[in-house]
């Protein structure tokens, strides 16, 4: 059963990727959303991947992330997928690279579409294509001295 157009909206949505990159530099979530703004955007959502103070039942310290070469290429790529896919007007996202602290943001993202809905859902599936196909490695150092990498073929 084919969906009815959107007749809310007074042009088509831009699709626009605002903003894709690897960095080792800190993330604001906040630039984040004014680099997806736009004057047909009703909604802007984002989501900030925190280092967290446990995994598994130990307290984590900090951690690294370390990426393939081919990483920032991969982002632009799922970024325009997901752009390209979903009725939004810009999407924003970066992953830090680096040694990061507890409570530091690893991965900012934003979305800009004309109602909430469509916004939350392209943002869910930006944070999920993002955590499936990148290639970034995290290292986990735990408060006990142990470490571990996730997510690491």
Do not use: I, N
Not at 37 to 50: I, L, P, Q, R, Y
Not at 62 to 72: I, T
Not at 78 to 107: F, I, K, N, T, Y
């Amino acid at each position: 059963m084919a969906t009815a157009p959107d007749t809310s909206r007074t042009s088509a949505p831009a699709r626009r990727v605002a903003r894709a990159l690897v960095t080792d530099a800190a993330l604001d979530v906040a630039e984040h959303a004014a680099l997806v703004g736009d004057a047909a955007a009703g909604a802007v959502v984002t989501f900030a991947g925190v280092v967290r103070d446990h995994d598994g039942g130990r307290g984590v310290h900090d951690l690294r992330y370390v990426a393939h070469p081919s990483a920032a290429a991969v982002l632009q790529r799922v970024a325009g997928e997901v752009a390209a896919a979903c009725p939004v007007d810009a999407v924003a996202v970066s992953h830090r690279l680096g040694d990061l602290a507890v409570g530091e943001v690893a991965l900012a993202v934003a979305v800009s579409a004309a109602h909430r809905a469509e916004a939350f859902t392209a943002c869910a599936r930006l944070v999920d294509e993002v955590k499936a196909q990148l290639p970034v490695w995290k290292h986990q150092r735990f408060a006990d001295g142990g470490a571990e990498w996730v997510d690491c073929p």
